[in-house]
Protein backbone atom coordinates (compact mmCIF):
# COMPACT_ATOMS: atom_id res chain seq x y z
CA UNK A 1 0.00 0.00 0.00
CA UNK A 2 1.17 2.87 -1.06
CA UNK A 3 2.10 6.02 1.93
CA UNK A 4 3.86 8.68 0.59
CA UNK A 5 4.26 9.84 -3.21
CA UNK A 6 7.68 12.15 -3.87
CA UNK A 7 7.78 13.92 -6.69
CA UNK A 8 9.23 16.75 -8.87
CA UNK A 9 11.30 18.00 -11.87
CA UNK A 10 13.59 14.68 -11.30
CA UNK A 11 10.73 11.83 -11.29
CA UNK A 12 8.32 10.40 -8.39
CA UNK A 13 9.27 8.02 -5.71
CA UNK A 14 6.00 5.82 -4.35
CA UNK A 15 6.68 4.47 -0.90
CA UNK A 16 4.37 2.17 0.72
CA UNK A 17 3.35 0.95 3.86
CA UNK A 18 6.48 -2.51 3.95
CA UNK A 19 9.20 -0.07 3.38
CA UNK A 20 9.67 -0.67 -0.23
CA UNK A 21 10.51 2.66 -2.75
CA UNK A 22 9.17 2.26 -6.53
CA UNK A 23 10.88 5.10 -7.81
CA UNK A 24 10.15 6.37 -12.18
CA UNK A 25 9.85 8.74 -14.38
CA UNK A 26 6.15 9.25 -13.95
CA UNK A 27 3.12 7.86 -11.86
CA UNK A 28 -0.58 7.70 -13.14
CA UNK A 29 -2.28 8.16 -9.54
CA UNK A 30 -5.61 6.26 -9.75
CA UNK A 31 -6.35 6.27 -6.05
CA UNK A 32 -9.84 6.65 -5.47
CA UNK A 33 -11.55 9.91 -4.26
CA UNK A 34 -11.95 9.16 -1.30
CA UNK A 35 -8.40 8.30 -0.44
CA UNK A 36 -7.29 11.39 -1.82
CA UNK A 37 -9.53 13.47 0.15
CA UNK A 38 -8.74 11.52 3.39
CA UNK A 39 -4.92 11.80 2.79
CA UNK A 40 -4.44 8.22 2.97
CA UNK A 41 -1.47 9.26 0.61
CA UNK A 42 0.90 11.64 1.06
CA UNK A 43 2.50 13.83 -1.37
CA UNK A 44 5.62 15.34 -1.27
CA UNK A 45 5.41 18.55 -2.00
CA UNK A 46 1.66 18.36 -1.06
CA UNK A 47 -0.90 18.65 -4.41
CA UNK A 48 -1.47 22.33 -5.56
CA UNK A 49 -4.11 24.03 -3.24
CA UNK A 50 -6.39 24.01 -6.82
CA UNK A 51 -6.49 20.18 -7.07
CA UNK A 52 -7.06 20.25 -2.97
CA UNK A 53 -9.50 22.37 -3.14
CA UNK A 54 -11.20 20.72 -6.28
CA UNK A 55 -11.04 16.99 -4.20
CA UNK A 56 -12.85 19.28 -1.19
CA UNK A 57 -15.73 20.34 -3.66
CA UNK A 58 -16.50 16.14 -4.84
CA UNK A 59 -18.61 14.70 -2.43
CA UNK A 60 -18.91 11.19 -1.86
CA UNK A 61 -21.97 8.85 -2.14
CA UNK A 62 -22.42 6.37 0.29
CA UNK A 63 -23.71 2.57 -0.79
CA UNK A 64 -24.10 -0.24 0.87
CA UNK A 65 -24.66 -3.69 -0.52
CA UNK A 66 -26.64 -6.78 0.81
CA UNK A 67 -26.10 -10.34 0.18
CA UNK A 68 -28.68 -12.76 0.86
CA UNK A 69 -27.67 -16.87 0.31
CA UNK A 70 -30.55 -19.41 -0.05
CA UNK A 71 -30.70 -22.98 -0.44
CA UNK A 72 -33.45 -22.94 -3.11
CA UNK A 73 -34.59 -20.74 -5.96
CA UNK A 74 -36.39 -17.82 -4.87
CA UNK A 75 -37.35 -15.72 -7.80
CA UNK A 76 -39.80 -17.36 -9.97
CA UNK A 77 -38.45 -19.08 -13.22
CA UNK A 78 -37.39 -16.69 -15.50
CA UNK A 79 -37.00 -13.88 -13.09
CA UNK A 80 -33.71 -12.14 -12.03
CA UNK A 81 -34.39 -8.92 -11.14
CA UNK A 82 -37.32 -7.46 -8.39
CA UNK A 83 -38.20 -3.89 -8.04
CA UNK A 84 -40.26 -3.73 -5.03
CA UNK A 85 -42.04 0.45 -4.52
CA UNK A 86 -42.85 1.24 -1.36
CA UNK A 87 -40.18 -1.55 0.75
CA UNK A 88 -36.96 0.02 2.34
CA UNK A 89 -34.80 -1.75 -0.31
CA UNK A 90 -36.51 -1.32 -3.52
CA UNK A 91 -34.03 -3.40 -5.78
CA UNK A 92 -32.85 -6.98 -5.66
CA UNK A 93 -31.13 -8.63 -8.24
CA UNK A 94 -30.29 -12.06 -8.93
CA UNK A 95 -27.75 -14.05 -10.62
CA UNK A 96 -28.88 -13.17 -14.32
CA UNK A 97 -28.10 -16.95 -15.24
CA UNK A 98 -30.57 -17.82 -12.80
CA UNK A 99 -30.14 -19.90 -9.65
CA UNK A 100 -27.05 -22.31 -9.59
CA UNK A 101 -26.96 -26.06 -8.22
CA UNK A 102 -30.52 -24.86 -6.40
CA UNK A 103 -28.87 -22.26 -4.59
CA UNK A 104 -29.83 -18.40 -5.39
CA UNK A 105 -28.06 -15.16 -4.10
CA UNK A 106 -29.99 -12.55 -3.59
CA UNK A 107 -28.11 -8.71 -3.70
CA UNK A 108 -29.77 -5.63 -2.94
CA UNK A 109 -27.83 -1.78 -3.09
CA UNK A 110 -28.98 1.38 -1.39
CA UNK A 111 -27.48 4.44 -1.70
CA UNK A 112 -27.51 7.98 -0.53
CA UNK A 113 -29.91 8.34 2.41
CA UNK A 114 -31.21 4.81 2.59
CA UNK A 115 -27.59 3.61 2.70
CA UNK A 116 -26.83 5.96 5.41
CA UNK A 117 -29.80 4.78 7.91
CA UNK A 118 -28.55 1.07 7.18
CA UNK A 119 -25.38 2.10 8.31
CA UNK A 120 -26.47 3.64 11.18
CA UNK A 121 -28.07 0.01 12.54
CA UNK A 122 -25.74 -2.82 13.81
CA UNK A 123 -25.04 -4.90 10.97
CA UNK A 124 -27.43 -7.77 12.32
CA UNK A 125 -30.54 -5.66 12.52
CA UNK A 126 -29.66 -4.30 8.84
CA UNK A 127 -29.89 -7.34 7.38
CA UNK A 128 -32.78 -8.50 9.32
CA UNK A 129 -34.81 -4.89 8.06
CA UNK A 130 -33.39 -5.88 4.49
CA UNK A 131 -34.63 -9.79 4.62
CA UNK A 132 -38.28 -8.04 5.80
CA UNK A 133 -38.48 -6.03 3.38
CA UNK A 134 -37.89 -9.04 0.77
CA UNK A 135 -39.79 -11.21 2.64
CA UNK A 136 -42.69 -8.28 2.31
CA UNK A 137 -41.99 -7.62 -1.17
CA UNK A 138 -42.32 -11.53 -2.18
CA UNK A 139 -45.10 -11.90 -0.05
CA UNK A 140 -43.15 -14.73 1.76
CA UNK A 141 -43.11 -14.08 5.55
CA UNK A 142 -41.18 -17.04 6.18
CA UNK A 143 -38.48 -17.19 3.77
CA UNK A 144 -35.15 -17.54 5.48
CA UNK A 145 -31.25 -17.48 4.09
CA UNK A 146 -28.68 -19.69 5.02
CA UNK A 147 -26.05 -16.56 5.26
CA UNK A 148 -26.33 -12.98 4.88
CA UNK A 149 -23.56 -10.40 4.67
CA UNK A 150 -23.64 -6.60 4.37
CA UNK A 151 -20.44 -4.75 2.74
CA UNK A 152 -19.35 -1.46 2.31
CA UNK A 153 -16.85 0.93 1.53
CA UNK A 154 -16.84 3.74 4.05
CA UNK A 155 -14.40 2.50 6.11
CA UNK A 156 -12.38 0.68 3.81
CA UNK A 157 -8.94 1.67 3.85
CA UNK A 158 -8.56 1.14 -0.25
CA UNK A 159 -11.70 3.15 -0.85
CA UNK A 160 -12.63 5.29 1.84
CA UNK A 161 -16.45 5.90 0.11
CA UNK A 162 -18.08 4.19 -2.61
CA UNK A 163 -17.87 6.92 -5.21
CA UNK A 164 -17.77 10.54 -6.27
CA UNK A 165 -21.12 12.66 -6.27
CA UNK A 166 -20.68 16.12 -7.53
CA UNK A 167 -21.78 19.14 -5.49
CA UNK A 168 -23.85 22.08 -6.45
CA UNK A 169 -20.59 24.66 -7.80
CA UNK A 170 -18.18 21.51 -8.49
CA UNK A 171 -18.80 21.47 -12.07
CA UNK A 172 -14.93 22.21 -13.19
CA UNK A 173 -13.90 19.72 -10.11
CA UNK A 174 -13.28 16.60 -12.10
CA UNK A 175 -11.55 18.88 -14.75
CA UNK A 176 -8.98 20.06 -12.73
CA UNK A 177 -8.13 16.66 -10.74
CA UNK A 178 -7.70 15.08 -14.32
CA UNK A 179 -5.51 17.45 -15.52
CA UNK A 180 -1.52 16.42 -14.83
CA UNK A 181 1.29 17.94 -12.90
CA UNK A 182 4.83 19.07 -14.31
CA UNK A 183 5.27 16.32 -15.99
CA UNK A 184 5.40 13.50 -13.68
CA UNK A 185 2.15 13.15 -11.78
CA UNK A 186 -0.39 11.71 -14.03
CA UNK A 187 -4.53 11.60 -12.67
CA UNK A 188 -7.03 8.63 -13.57
CA UNK A 189 -10.23 7.32 -11.85
CA UNK A 190 -14.28 7.97 -11.65
CA UNK A 191 -13.46 11.12 -10.15
CA UNK A 192 -11.31 12.40 -13.13
CA UNK A 193 -13.88 11.97 -15.66
CA UNK A 194 -16.40 14.35 -17.40
CA UNK A 195 -19.09 14.95 -15.29
CA UNK A 196 -21.64 12.34 -17.44
CA UNK A 197 -19.24 9.52 -17.29
CA UNK A 198 -17.65 9.93 -13.69
CA UNK A 199 -18.73 7.35 -11.08
CA UNK A 200 -18.66 4.60 -13.40
CA UNK A 201 -16.45 1.95 -15.03
CA UNK A 202 -16.47 3.34 -18.04
CA UNK A 203 -15.46 6.84 -16.72
CA UNK A 204 -12.65 4.70 -14.96
CA UNK A 205 -11.67 3.08 -18.00
CA UNK A 206 -11.65 6.55 -20.39
CA UNK A 207 -9.81 7.98 -17.39
CA UNK A 208 -7.02 5.65 -17.76
CA UNK A 209 -6.81 5.81 -21.28
CA UNK A 210 -6.50 9.61 -21.51
CA UNK A 211 -4.11 9.51 -18.71
CA UNK A 212 -1.80 7.17 -20.79
CA UNK A 213 -1.89 9.10 -23.90
CA UNK A 214 -0.91 12.32 -21.58
CA UNK A 215 1.98 10.08 -20.45
CA UNK A 216 3.47 8.91 -23.98
CA UNK A 217 2.91 12.47 -25.14
CA UNK A 218 5.19 14.03 -21.73
CA UNK A 219 7.48 11.04 -22.96
CA UNK A 220 7.76 11.94 -26.27
CA UNK A 221 8.14 16.19 -25.12
CA UNK A 222 10.80 15.38 -23.28
CA UNK A 223 12.96 12.77 -25.03
CA UNK A 224 12.99 15.78 -27.63
CA UNK A 225 13.80 18.47 -24.95
CA UNK A 226 15.40 16.91 -22.19
CA UNK A 227 16.13 18.45 -19.13
CA UNK A 228 19.90 17.17 -18.31
CA UNK A 229 21.28 17.31 -15.07
CA UNK A 230 18.17 16.63 -12.72
CA UNK A 231 18.92 13.44 -10.26
CA UNK A 232 16.51 12.51 -7.37
CA UNK A 233 17.04 13.56 -3.71
CA UNK A 234 19.26 11.31 -1.75
CA UNK A 235 17.95 8.32 -0.16
CA UNK A 236 16.96 9.45 3.67
CA UNK A 237 16.51 13.09 2.11
CA UNK A 238 13.06 14.58 1.95
CA UNK A 239 12.42 15.48 -1.66
CA UNK A 240 11.13 19.06 -0.60
C1 LIG B 1 -21.88 -0.49 -4.79
C2 LIG B 1 -21.37 0.04 -6.10
C3 LIG B 1 -22.07 -0.20 -7.26
C4 LIG B 1 -21.61 0.27 -8.48
N1 LIG B 1 -22.31 -0.01 -9.62
C5 LIG B 1 -21.83 0.39 -10.82
C6 LIG B 1 -22.50 0.05 -12.02
O1 LIG B 1 -23.53 -0.63 -12.01
N2 LIG B 1 -21.98 0.49 -13.19
C7 LIG B 1 -20.84 1.23 -13.26
O2 LIG B 1 -20.39 1.57 -14.35
N3 LIG B 1 -20.19 1.56 -12.12
C8 LIG B 1 -20.65 1.17 -10.92
N4 LIG B 1 -19.99 1.52 -9.76
C9 LIG B 1 -18.85 2.44 -9.85
C10 LIG B 1 -17.57 1.79 -10.33
O3 LIG B 1 -17.38 0.59 -9.59
C11 LIG B 1 -16.42 2.77 -10.05
O4 LIG B 1 -16.68 4.01 -10.66
C12 LIG B 1 -15.10 2.25 -10.62
O5 LIG B 1 -14.85 0.94 -10.23
C13 LIG B 1 -13.99 3.13 -10.14
O6 LIG B 1 -12.78 2.70 -10.71
P1 LIG B 1 -11.45 3.45 -10.30
O7 LIG B 1 -10.36 2.81 -11.10
O8 LIG B 1 -11.62 4.92 -10.36
O9 LIG B 1 -11.27 3.12 -8.75
P2 LIG B 1 -11.00 1.72 -8.04
O10 LIG B 1 -11.51 0.59 -8.88
O11 LIG B 1 -11.51 1.88 -6.65
O12 LIG B 1 -9.42 1.61 -8.06
C14 LIG B 1 -8.61 2.32 -7.15
C15 LIG B 1 -7.46 1.39 -6.76
O13 LIG B 1 -6.59 2.11 -5.87
C16 LIG B 1 -6.12 1.15 -4.92
N5 LIG B 1 -5.63 1.88 -3.75
C17 LIG B 1 -6.32 2.59 -2.85
N6 LIG B 1 -5.51 3.13 -1.91
C18 LIG B 1 -4.26 2.71 -2.25
C19 LIG B 1 -2.97 2.93 -1.67
N7 LIG B 1 -2.78 3.71 -0.59
N8 LIG B 1 -1.89 2.35 -2.27
C20 LIG B 1 -2.03 1.58 -3.39
N9 LIG B 1 -3.24 1.35 -3.98
C21 LIG B 1 -4.32 1.92 -3.40
C22 LIG B 1 -7.34 0.31 -4.61
O14 LIG B 1 -6.96 -0.91 -4.02
C23 LIG B 1 -7.92 0.13 -6.01
O15 LIG B 1 -7.36 -0.99 -6.66
C24 LIG B 1 -20.41 1.02 -8.54
C25 LIG B 1 -19.68 1.26 -7.35
C26 LIG B 1 -20.15 0.77 -6.14
C27 LIG B 1 -19.36 1.03 -4.88
Known amino acids: M???LEWGPWGVRALTTDGRVYPADRAVVALPL?????GGVRFVPELPEEKQQAMQRLGLTDAVKLFFRFDQPVFPPGIVELYAPGTSLEEWWGNPLGP???????????TGERARALLALPEERALREALQALRQALGQPSLTPSRARL???RDDPYTLGAYSMARVGA??????LAEPLGNRLFFAGEHTAPNAWAATVHGAYASGRRAAQEVIRSTYLEATHRPWGLKPPQEGQPAA
Open 171 to 176: SEARRV
Open 2 to 4: VER
Open 34 to 38: GVLKA
Open 151 to 153: VHW
Open 100 to 110: SRGIEVLTALA
